[in-house]
Protein backbone atom coordinates (compact mmCIF):
# COMPACT_ATOMS: atom_id res chain seq x y z
CA UNK A 1 0.00 0.00 0.00
CA UNK A 2 1.64 3.34 -0.85
CA UNK A 3 1.59 6.49 1.76
CA UNK A 4 -0.49 9.56 0.68
CA UNK A 5 -0.10 12.58 0.59
CA UNK A 6 -3.02 15.08 -0.04
CA UNK A 7 -3.86 17.50 2.43
CA UNK A 8 -6.79 16.97 4.37
CA UNK A 9 -8.29 20.28 3.63
CA UNK A 10 -11.57 20.20 5.18
CA UNK A 11 -11.23 19.82 8.70
CA UNK A 12 -7.96 19.31 10.91
CA UNK A 13 -7.29 15.47 11.90
CA UNK A 14 -5.75 16.69 14.71
CA UNK A 15 -7.54 19.48 16.33
CA UNK A 16 -11.18 18.97 14.79
CA UNK A 17 -11.70 22.00 13.50
CA UNK A 18 -14.12 22.95 11.28
CA UNK A 19 -14.33 23.25 7.53
CA UNK A 20 -15.58 26.41 6.09
CA UNK A 21 -18.78 25.23 4.33
CA UNK A 22 -19.91 27.35 0.84
CA UNK A 23 -23.45 27.21 2.05
CA UNK A 24 -25.48 27.20 4.77
CA UNK A 25 -25.66 23.85 6.84
CA UNK A 26 -28.90 21.93 6.13
CA UNK A 27 -31.05 21.39 8.98
CA UNK A 28 -30.62 18.28 10.51
CA UNK A 29 -33.99 16.62 10.04
CA UNK A 30 -33.43 16.31 6.38
CA UNK A 31 -30.15 14.17 6.48
CA UNK A 32 -32.07 12.63 9.20
CA UNK A 33 -34.63 11.89 6.64
CA UNK A 34 -32.25 10.80 3.67
CA UNK A 35 -30.44 8.06 5.64
CA UNK A 36 -33.88 6.76 6.52
CA UNK A 37 -35.05 6.73 2.83
CA UNK A 38 -32.19 5.17 2.02
CA UNK A 39 -32.58 1.36 3.72
CA UNK A 40 -36.51 1.89 4.31
CA UNK A 41 -37.09 0.26 1.03
CA UNK A 42 -34.85 -2.54 1.99
CA UNK A 43 -37.72 -4.61 3.95
CA UNK A 44 -40.63 -2.79 4.34
CA UNK A 45 -42.35 -4.99 1.83
CA UNK A 46 -41.25 -8.39 3.09
CA UNK A 47 -44.32 -9.32 5.11
CA UNK A 48 -46.52 -8.86 1.32
CA UNK A 49 -44.02 -11.00 -0.28
CA UNK A 50 -46.54 -14.04 -0.67
CA UNK A 51 -49.37 -11.59 -2.00
CA UNK A 52 -47.24 -9.94 -4.78
CA UNK A 53 -46.25 -13.47 -5.83
CA UNK A 54 -49.94 -14.65 -6.04
CA UNK A 55 -51.14 -11.38 -7.57
CA UNK A 56 -48.57 -12.24 -10.34
CA UNK A 57 -49.19 -15.95 -10.27
CA UNK A 58 -45.14 -15.93 -9.91
CA UNK A 59 -43.14 -18.36 -8.35
CA UNK A 60 -42.32 -17.25 -5.16
CA UNK A 61 -38.58 -17.97 -5.66
CA UNK A 62 -39.02 -15.45 -8.43
CA UNK A 63 -40.10 -13.02 -6.45
CA UNK A 64 -37.56 -13.20 -3.97
CA UNK A 65 -35.01 -11.93 -6.84
CA UNK A 66 -36.51 -8.46 -5.56
CA UNK A 67 -34.42 -8.93 -2.92
CA UNK A 68 -30.81 -9.94 -4.09
CA UNK A 69 -31.18 -7.91 -7.21
CA UNK A 70 -32.08 -4.63 -5.23
CA UNK A 71 -28.54 -5.88 -2.75
CA UNK A 72 -26.44 -6.24 -6.14
CA UNK A 73 -27.77 -2.57 -7.12
CA UNK A 74 -27.68 -1.12 -4.11
CA UNK A 75 -24.17 -1.40 -3.29
CA UNK A 76 -23.20 -0.60 -6.93
CA UNK A 77 -25.16 2.79 -6.63
CA UNK A 78 -23.45 3.61 -3.45
CA UNK A 79 -19.45 3.09 -5.28
CA UNK A 80 -20.82 5.10 -8.34
CA UNK A 81 -22.96 8.03 -6.98
CA UNK A 82 -20.38 8.60 -4.00
CA UNK A 83 -17.82 9.60 -6.89
CA UNK A 84 -20.36 10.98 -9.02
CA UNK A 85 -21.30 13.66 -5.66
CA UNK A 86 -17.39 14.41 -5.86
CA UNK A 87 -17.77 15.73 -9.65
CA UNK A 88 -20.82 16.87 -9.75
CA UNK A 89 -21.94 18.31 -6.09
CA UNK A 90 -24.11 17.09 -3.51
CA UNK A 91 -27.17 18.25 -4.09
CA UNK A 92 -28.43 17.60 -7.86
CA UNK A 93 -27.06 13.74 -7.10
CA UNK A 94 -29.39 13.24 -4.31
CA UNK A 95 -32.01 15.17 -5.79
CA UNK A 96 -31.84 12.72 -8.96
CA UNK A 97 -31.79 9.86 -6.69
CA UNK A 98 -34.91 10.19 -4.49
CA UNK A 99 -36.36 11.66 -8.22
CA UNK A 100 -35.52 8.33 -9.67
CA UNK A 101 -36.94 6.49 -6.60
CA UNK A 102 -39.88 7.59 -6.43
CA UNK A 103 -40.66 7.08 -10.28
CA UNK A 104 -39.75 3.46 -9.33
CA UNK A 105 -42.15 3.24 -6.18
CA UNK A 106 -44.78 4.16 -8.93
CA UNK A 107 -43.60 1.38 -11.06
CA UNK A 108 -43.81 -0.87 -8.51
CA UNK A 109 -47.56 -0.02 -7.46
CA UNK A 110 -48.74 0.13 -11.18
CA UNK A 111 -46.39 -3.31 -12.44
CA UNK A 112 -48.56 -5.62 -14.55
CA UNK A 113 -46.45 -8.55 -14.43
CA UNK A 114 -43.31 -9.88 -12.48
CA UNK A 115 -41.33 -8.16 -15.22
CA UNK A 116 -42.05 -4.85 -14.84
CA UNK A 117 -42.09 -4.99 -10.86
CA UNK A 118 -38.47 -6.47 -10.63
CA UNK A 119 -37.12 -4.16 -12.78
CA UNK A 120 -38.74 -1.33 -11.09
CA UNK A 121 -37.67 -2.90 -7.62
CA UNK A 122 -34.39 -2.77 -8.63
CA UNK A 123 -34.69 0.81 -9.50
CA UNK A 124 -35.42 2.31 -6.17
CA UNK A 125 -31.90 1.00 -5.11
CA UNK A 126 -31.19 4.31 -6.51
CA UNK A 127 -32.09 5.86 -3.10
CA UNK A 128 -28.72 4.20 -1.84
CA UNK A 129 -27.10 7.42 -2.92
CA UNK A 130 -28.54 9.48 -0.32
CA UNK A 131 -26.89 7.21 2.45
CA UNK A 132 -23.23 8.51 1.11
CA UNK A 133 -24.63 12.39 0.53
CA UNK A 134 -25.76 12.32 3.60
CA UNK A 135 -22.88 11.56 5.54
CA UNK A 136 -20.24 13.83 3.26
CA UNK A 137 -22.59 16.76 3.97
CA UNK A 138 -22.05 16.48 7.53
CA UNK A 139 -18.48 16.16 7.65
CA UNK A 140 -18.13 19.08 4.81
CA UNK A 141 -20.56 21.33 7.46
CA UNK A 142 -18.89 20.40 10.75
CA UNK A 143 -15.78 19.67 12.06
CA UNK A 144 -14.29 16.74 13.07
CA UNK A 145 -15.92 16.64 16.90
CA UNK A 146 -19.54 17.96 15.57
CA UNK A 147 -19.64 16.00 12.51
CA UNK A 148 -19.35 12.61 14.95
CA UNK A 149 -22.14 13.56 16.76
CA UNK A 150 -24.46 14.67 13.59
CA UNK A 151 -23.48 11.10 12.08
CA UNK A 152 -24.70 9.30 15.36
CA UNK A 153 -27.74 11.35 15.00
CA UNK A 154 -28.35 10.57 11.39
CA UNK A 155 -27.70 7.03 12.06
CA UNK A 156 -30.36 6.38 14.30
CA UNK A 157 -32.60 6.92 11.42
CA UNK A 158 -30.93 4.80 9.36
CA UNK A 159 -31.44 2.37 12.44
CA UNK A 160 -35.13 2.97 13.34
CA UNK A 161 -36.31 2.62 9.47
CA UNK A 162 -35.78 -0.89 9.01
CA UNK A 163 -37.27 -1.82 12.79
CA UNK A 164 -40.40 -0.14 11.50
CA UNK A 165 -40.36 -0.86 8.06
CA UNK A 166 -41.78 -4.29 8.44
CA UNK A 167 -44.57 -3.49 10.79
CA UNK A 168 -45.60 -0.51 9.11
CA UNK A 169 -45.56 -2.74 5.99
CA UNK A 170 -47.61 -5.15 7.15
CA UNK A 171 -50.50 -2.59 8.30
CA UNK A 172 -50.33 -1.21 4.67
CA UNK A 173 -50.60 -5.03 3.02
CA UNK A 174 -53.27 -6.53 5.17
CA UNK A 175 -55.70 -3.03 4.85
CA UNK A 176 -54.79 -1.72 1.34
CA UNK A 177 -52.91 -4.71 -0.31
CA UNK A 178 -49.56 -4.99 -0.80
CA UNK A 179 -49.46 -1.86 -4.19
CA UNK A 180 -50.33 0.37 -1.17
CA UNK A 181 -46.72 0.12 0.39
CA UNK A 182 -45.15 1.32 -2.76
CA UNK A 183 -47.81 4.39 -2.94
CA UNK A 184 -46.90 5.21 0.84
CA UNK A 185 -43.22 4.93 -0.38
CA UNK A 186 -43.65 7.57 -3.71
CA UNK A 187 -45.41 9.71 -1.24
CA UNK A 188 -42.58 9.70 1.57
CA UNK A 189 -39.99 10.18 -1.61
CA UNK A 190 -42.16 13.18 -2.94
CA UNK A 191 -42.53 15.13 0.24
CA UNK A 192 -38.86 14.22 1.20
CA UNK A 193 -38.03 15.74 -2.28
CA UNK A 194 -40.00 18.69 -1.82
CA UNK A 195 -38.05 19.07 1.97
CA UNK A 196 -34.86 18.92 -0.12
CA UNK A 197 -35.19 20.82 -2.77
CA UNK A 198 -36.01 23.50 -0.09
CA UNK A 199 -33.20 22.37 2.56
CA UNK A 200 -30.17 20.65 0.82
CA UNK A 201 -27.91 23.29 -0.03
CA UNK A 202 -24.48 22.16 -2.07
CA UNK A 203 -21.66 22.03 0.63
CA UNK A 204 -18.55 20.57 -2.07
CA UNK A 205 -17.93 23.84 -3.79
CA UNK A 206 -15.04 24.76 -1.60
CA UNK A 207 -13.37 21.29 -2.73
CA UNK A 208 -11.04 20.64 -5.77
CA UNK A 209 -13.05 18.61 -8.16
CA UNK A 210 -11.31 14.52 -8.91
CA UNK A 211 -8.67 14.77 -11.48
CA UNK A 212 -8.47 11.58 -13.88
CA UNK A 213 -10.98 8.81 -14.41
CA UNK A 214 -13.23 6.91 -11.38
CA UNK A 215 -10.88 4.13 -11.65
CA UNK A 216 -8.47 6.49 -10.89
CA UNK A 217 -9.95 7.58 -7.77
CA UNK A 218 -10.62 4.15 -6.42
CA UNK A 219 -6.82 3.15 -6.51
CA UNK A 220 -5.82 6.62 -4.76
CA UNK A 221 -8.71 5.23 -2.10
CA UNK A 222 -7.35 1.61 -1.88
CA UNK A 223 -3.86 2.32 -2.10
CA UNK A 224 -4.54 4.09 1.47
CA UNK A 225 -3.30 1.61 4.86
CA UNK A 226 -6.29 4.50 6.92
CA UNK A 227 -9.23 3.95 4.01
CA UNK A 228 -7.99 0.07 4.48
CA UNK A 229 -8.17 -0.04 8.24
CA UNK A 230 -11.43 1.86 8.61
CA UNK A 231 -13.18 0.00 5.79
CA UNK A 232 -12.51 -3.66 7.28
CA UNK A 233 -13.47 -2.05 10.82
CA UNK A 234 -16.61 -1.45 9.41
CA UNK A 235 -16.89 -4.79 7.50
CA UNK A 236 -16.02 -6.92 10.34
CA UNK A 237 -18.38 -5.16 12.73
CA UNK A 238 -21.13 -5.40 10.09
CA UNK A 239 -20.22 -9.39 9.65
CA UNK A 240 -20.77 -9.40 13.06
CA UNK A 241 -23.96 -8.24 12.86
CA UNK A 242 -24.86 -10.32 9.86
CA UNK A 243 -23.52 -13.45 12.07
CA UNK A 244 -26.09 -12.93 14.91
CA UNK A 245 -29.16 -12.42 12.51
CA UNK A 246 -28.90 -15.17 10.34
CA UNK A 247 -27.98 -17.50 13.41
CA UNK A 248 -30.12 -16.47 16.64
CA UNK A 249 -33.34 -17.96 15.27
CA UNK A 250 -31.10 -21.23 15.10
CA UNK A 251 -29.43 -20.71 18.16
CA UNK A 252 -32.34 -20.31 20.40
CA UNK A 253 -35.09 -20.34 18.51
CA UNK A 254 -36.32 -23.96 19.84
CA UNK A 255 -36.11 -22.32 23.74
CA UNK A 256 -38.76 -19.85 22.33
CA UNK A 257 -40.78 -22.55 21.93
CA UNK A 258 -41.53 -21.39 18.07
CA UNK A 259 -42.76 -17.85 18.95
CA UNK A 260 -41.47 -15.81 16.03
CA UNK A 261 -43.13 -12.71 17.65
CA UNK A 262 -40.98 -13.06 20.81
CA UNK A 263 -37.69 -14.21 18.81
CA UNK A 264 -38.72 -10.67 17.00
CA UNK A 265 -38.71 -8.72 20.13
CA UNK A 266 -35.93 -10.17 21.50
CA UNK A 267 -33.86 -9.65 18.45
CA UNK A 268 -34.72 -6.09 18.42
CA UNK A 269 -32.59 -5.45 21.81
CA UNK A 270 -29.21 -5.36 19.11
CA UNK A 271 -30.81 -2.15 16.93
CA UNK A 272 -31.80 -0.67 20.28
CA UNK A 273 -28.33 -0.98 21.05
CA UNK A 274 -27.49 0.58 17.67
CA UNK A 275 -29.53 3.70 18.35
CA UNK A 276 -27.98 3.71 22.28
CA UNK A 277 -24.42 3.35 20.86
CA UNK A 278 -24.69 6.24 18.51
CA UNK A 279 -26.27 8.47 20.95
CA UNK A 280 -22.88 7.62 23.19
CA UNK A 281 -20.93 8.70 20.06
CA UNK A 282 -21.34 11.81 20.67
CA UNK A 283 -20.04 11.16 23.85
CA UNK A 284 -16.71 10.36 22.44
CA UNK A 285 -15.94 13.37 20.49
CA UNK A 286 -13.00 14.48 22.77
CA UNK A 287 -11.31 11.37 21.25
CA UNK A 288 -9.39 10.39 18.39
CA UNK A 289 -11.53 8.42 15.42
CA UNK A 290 -9.27 5.75 15.95
CA UNK A 291 -9.71 5.71 20.12
CA UNK A 292 -12.99 6.00 19.63
CA UNK A 293 -12.89 3.12 17.41
CA UNK A 294 -11.05 0.46 19.99
CA UNK A 295 -13.42 1.89 22.58
CA UNK A 296 -16.61 0.47 20.53
CA UNK A 297 -14.73 -2.52 19.20
CA UNK A 298 -13.62 -3.57 23.25
CA UNK A 299 -17.49 -3.07 23.69
CA UNK A 300 -18.69 -5.68 21.85
CA UNK A 301 -15.97 -8.40 22.31
CA UNK A 302 -16.20 -7.49 26.49
CA UNK A 303 -20.27 -8.00 25.91
CA UNK A 304 -19.57 -10.96 23.93
CA UNK A 305 -17.36 -12.84 26.24
CA UNK A 306 -19.63 -13.46 29.21
CA UNK A 307 -22.01 -14.97 26.46
CA UNK A 308 -19.73 -17.59 25.53
CA UNK A 309 -18.58 -18.18 28.99
CA UNK A 310 -22.33 -18.74 29.82
CA UNK A 311 -22.67 -21.07 27.00
CA UNK A 312 -20.07 -23.16 27.69
CA UNK A 313 -21.53 -23.50 31.20
CA UNK A 314 -24.73 -24.66 30.20
CA UNK A 315 -26.58 -21.51 31.13
CA UNK A 316 -29.60 -21.54 28.45
CA UNK A 317 -32.33 -18.86 29.45
CA UNK A 318 -32.44 -16.68 26.24
CA UNK A 319 -31.83 -13.54 28.18
CA UNK A 320 -28.37 -14.98 28.54
CA UNK A 321 -27.92 -15.08 24.88
CA UNK A 322 -29.97 -12.02 23.77
CA UNK A 323 -28.26 -9.43 26.27
CA UNK A 324 -24.53 -9.71 25.52
CA UNK A 325 -25.82 -9.83 22.00
CA UNK A 326 -26.59 -5.61 22.95
CA UNK A 327 -23.61 -5.12 22.66
CA UNK A 328 -23.26 -5.52 19.22
CA UNK A 329 -24.86 -3.08 18.31
CA UNK A 330 -23.79 -0.74 21.16
CA UNK A 331 -20.25 -1.43 19.74
CA UNK A 332 -21.66 -1.00 15.77
CA UNK A 333 -23.41 2.32 16.93
CA UNK A 334 -20.12 3.60 17.80
CA UNK A 335 -18.16 2.52 15.08
CA UNK A 336 -20.63 3.68 12.46
CA UNK A 337 -19.81 7.27 12.76
CA UNK A 338 -16.14 7.19 13.77
CA UNK A 339 -15.46 4.59 10.52
CA UNK A 340 -17.30 7.04 8.55
CA UNK A 341 -15.43 10.01 9.02
CA UNK A 342 -12.12 7.91 9.20
CA UNK A 343 -12.55 6.68 5.29
CA UNK A 344 -13.72 10.22 4.21
CA UNK A 345 -11.12 11.83 5.79
CA UNK A 346 -8.33 9.95 3.70
CA UNK A 347 -8.70 12.26 1.07
CA UNK A 348 -10.17 15.70 1.46
CA UNK A 349 -11.44 16.15 -2.29
CA UNK A 350 -12.55 12.06 -2.42
CA UNK A 351 -15.28 12.21 0.53
CA UNK A 352 -18.07 10.84 -1.64
CA UNK A 353 -16.20 8.46 -3.33
CA UNK A 354 -14.59 7.16 0.04
CA UNK A 355 -18.33 6.50 1.81
CA UNK A 356 -20.08 5.33 -1.10
CA UNK A 357 -16.87 2.55 -1.57
CA UNK A 358 -16.63 2.09 2.13
CA UNK A 359 -20.00 1.22 2.38
CA UNK A 360 -20.42 -1.19 -0.26
CA UNK A 361 -16.83 -3.03 0.65
CA UNK A 362 -18.64 -3.32 4.24
CA UNK A 363 -21.83 -4.86 3.01
CA UNK A 364 -19.73 -7.37 0.89
CA UNK A 365 -17.03 -8.03 3.40
CA UNK A 366 -19.52 -8.43 6.13
CA UNK A 367 -21.72 -10.61 3.97
CA UNK A 368 -18.73 -12.45 2.86
CA UNK A 369 -17.87 -13.09 6.76
CA UNK A 370 -21.81 -14.34 7.83
CA UNK A 371 -21.72 -16.79 4.63
CA UNK A 372 -18.17 -17.93 6.38
CA UNK A 373 -19.85 -18.42 9.75
CA UNK A 374 -22.44 -19.75 8.53
CA UNK A 375 -20.89 -23.18 7.52
CA UNK A 376 -20.14 -23.48 11.18
CA UNK A 377 -23.70 -22.94 12.32
CA UNK A 378 -25.65 -26.04 11.33
CA UNK A 379 -27.41 -27.59 14.69
CA UNK A 380 -29.91 -25.97 16.36
CA UNK A 381 -29.01 -24.90 19.75
CA UNK A 382 -25.47 -24.44 19.01
CA UNK A 383 -25.07 -21.48 21.11
CA UNK A 384 -21.39 -21.37 21.81
CA UNK A 385 -20.35 -22.47 18.45
CA UNK A 386 -22.93 -18.63 17.34
CA UNK A 387 -21.21 -16.94 20.21
CA UNK A 388 -17.81 -17.88 19.15
CA UNK A 389 -17.88 -17.24 15.63
CA UNK A 390 -19.40 -13.71 16.93
CA UNK A 391 -16.34 -12.91 19.24
CA UNK A 392 -14.31 -14.01 16.02
CA UNK A 393 -15.64 -11.31 13.71
CA UNK A 394 -15.74 -8.92 16.54
CA UNK A 395 -11.99 -9.34 17.29
CA UNK A 396 -11.24 -8.80 13.58
CA UNK A 397 -12.57 -5.98 14.21
CA UNK A 398 -10.98 -4.62 16.80
CA UNK A 399 -7.45 -5.55 15.39
CA UNK A 400 -8.59 -3.54 12.29
CA UNK A 401 -9.74 -0.56 14.78
CA UNK A 402 -6.05 -1.04 16.44
CA UNK A 403 -4.52 -0.75 13.35
CA UNK A 404 -6.65 2.75 12.41
CA UNK A 405 -6.02 4.25 15.65
CA UNK A 406 -1.99 3.61 15.16
CA UNK A 407 -1.94 4.93 11.79
CA UNK A 408 -4.00 8.14 13.04
CA UNK A 409 -0.96 8.78 15.76
CA UNK A 410 1.74 8.09 13.43
CA UNK A 411 -0.11 10.41 10.74
CA UNK A 412 -0.20 13.15 13.60
CA UNK A 413 2.66 12.39 14.22
CA UNK A 414 4.28 13.95 11.02
CA UNK A 415 2.40 17.24 11.38
CA UNK A 416 3.72 20.15 12.80
CA UNK A 417 1.09 21.69 15.54
CA UNK A 418 -2.08 23.53 13.70
CA UNK A 419 -0.71 21.82 10.17
CA UNK A 420 -3.98 20.46 8.39
CA UNK A 421 -3.82 16.43 8.61
CA UNK A 422 -2.59 14.53 5.66
CA UNK A 423 -4.31 11.62 4.52
CA UNK A 424 -2.35 8.02 5.12
Not at 35 to 54: E, F, M, Q, R
Not at 191 to 211: C, D, F, Q, V, Y
Not at 403 to 422: C, I, Q, S, T
Request: hydrophobic share 55%.
Amino acid sequence: MTRDNSAQTSTNHTTGTAATPSAAVPRRSILLLLTALSVLPVNIYLPALPNIAAAFQADFALVNLSIAGYAIVNALTEIVAGAMSDRYGRRPVALVAVSIFIVASVGCALAPNIGIFLMFRVMQAAIAACFCVALVVIKETAGERQAANRIGYAAMGWAIAPMLGPTFGGVLNEMFGWRAIFVALALFGAAILAISMRELKETSGHMSKPRGNYFASYGQLLGSARFWAYTLCMACSTGTLYIFLGGASLAVGGSLGGSSAKLRLLMGLVPAGFILGSYLAARFTGRSLGTTLVIARVSTCTGLLPGLALSISGVTHVLAFFGPCMFIGIGNGLTFPAANLGVMSVRANLAGTAAGLAAAMSIAGGALIASIAGLFLREEGAVSTLFLMLLTSASLALSAAIFAALADRRLAGRLPLGEPAESG
